[in-house]
Structures are given as C-alpha cells and as structure tokens.
C-alpha cells in the first residue's frame, strides 16, 4: 500500500468509527466477520460487568465464507470461552449471512430465550460501528445502540487479518465497500442516512481509482 492510500484508508477508518463510550447494557451483541479480536473485545466487556450474556452472531459472510470451516458465531465464541468468557453467558446465532441478518435474528434470538433488549452494546470491526449504528436504526429500533471494537490501529488491524487468512489488499477493499454501502443502503432504506463529509468521500474516490474495487457493488 502506497502511503497516499494508507493516509485515504486512514481518513476512511477514522470517521467509520463511532468512537462511543462503552456503558452497562442488557446484553453485548458480538458481531461475526473475520476479525477475531471481536470476540476478545466481546470478553473484556462481559469481564468489566457491562451485561451479563454475550450473543455471539454469524454464519458465513462475504469475507468469511471459504475463509473459516465453522461458522463465524462458533468461532468467536470458542475464542472468547478461551480467554475467560463463561459458557453460560454464551448466546449463538449461527445462522445470518449479512448485517441485517445479524440484528434482525439476533433480536429473535434474544425474544426466544426472554432476554430484555432495551439497550444493546454491538461490537464490530472498527470500521464497521458506524454501519452497524446506521443499520440498527432500521432493523431495531426497540433498542439503544452503543456501539465499540476491539481497540486496536489500522496496522494491528491488518495483521489480525492477515492471520487468519486475509490480504491487506482485502481489508483495504472491505473498507472501501462498506463506505460505498453507507450512501447506497441508506438510498435503499437498509440504514438510517449518514452525510459523507467531503474528505471522506475525496478519501473514498482516490482508493476506488486506485482499484480498491473488490468488494464494491456494481451495477
């Protein structure tokens, strides 16, 4: 990566995160993808007392599906029981594909087993909080979002990446993708608006026309 598009990736990375103070919540909702810090971010929150189950959620997605042998949920979860997380406080939803998915059957999940749902604090990869924030507007809006994840910088984010299978190139495209999807899923009414600001969008353009296209959608 050139450091013209590490300084665009990082302009990406900073407003794509919400940045919000994790607080006490009925339940931390751990949601699935490739990044396996998010079940340890998921496992330091339930340790610090902010709630007392831990909803693991995921099958296999765009990222993950051919990357893991199991579905994202169980991984993060075993991931999670390893580093203190006790199996009792351990929720799954193994089936979703997408991040509706996630939160639509999530919230049946935890309707099922009569969890109260009235605030909900999500983990997610960095630059995910602000889609999933946006999202949750749409799909649950019974409940209030705070919204974390694993506290980490771009490069420690990349090498987690590229652990478990992962290129940097992809991460640096899945970024791009989900700022695309920012602006085409709230024209679609998958999430709430959120206004681009001009650098972001200038940020956005210059990876795109340096072929960070992979995870776009076309058409």
């Known amino acids: 990566m050139t450091d013209r598009a590490y300084a665009d990736l990082s302009v ?27 079940p ?9 007392g902010l ?16 990357l893991f042998s199991t579905t994202e ?4 979860a075993a991931i999670a029981i390893e580093a203190g997380l006790p199996e009792s406080a351990v929720l799954l939803e193994d089936k979703s594909k997408n991040s509706a998915e996630n939160l639509l059957f999530t919230k049946a999940l935890l309707a099922q087993r009569g969890v109260t749902a009235r605030h909900i604090l999500a983990v997610h990869k960095p630059y995910m909080e602000r889609r999933l924030y946006a999202a949750a ?5 019974s409940a ?4 974390t994840s694993p506290q980490v910088t771009i490069a420690e984010h990349i090498r987690a990446a590229q652990a478990v299978g992962m290129t940097e190139r992809g991460v640096v495209e899945t970024v ?11 024209q679609k009414g998958y ?3 959120q206004p681009i600001p001009p650098a972001v969008r200038a940020a956005y353009e210059r990876l795109a026309a340096a072929g960070y296209t992979g995870q776009m959608i076309r058409g």
């Open 137 to 141: 507007a749409v799909y649950w809006r």
């Open 191 to 193: 999430q709430i608006p």
């Open 40 to 48: 340890l971010r998921a496992a330091e929150l339930y340790r610090q």
């Open 51 to 66: 709630a007392p189950y831990v909803v693991f959620s995921g099958g296999l997605g765009r990222n993950t599906d051919g």
């Open 176 to 186: 791009v993708g989900d700022v695309q999807r920012m602006e085409l899923y709230a």
């Open 12 to 38: 990406l990375w900073d407003w794509m995160g919400m940045h919000m103070v994790p607080g006490p919540a009925d339940v931390i909702a751990a949601f699935g993808c490739y990044d396996e810090q998010i």
């Open 73 to 76: 949920a169980a991984r993060f």
């Open 144 to 147: 209030a979002f705070t919204v």
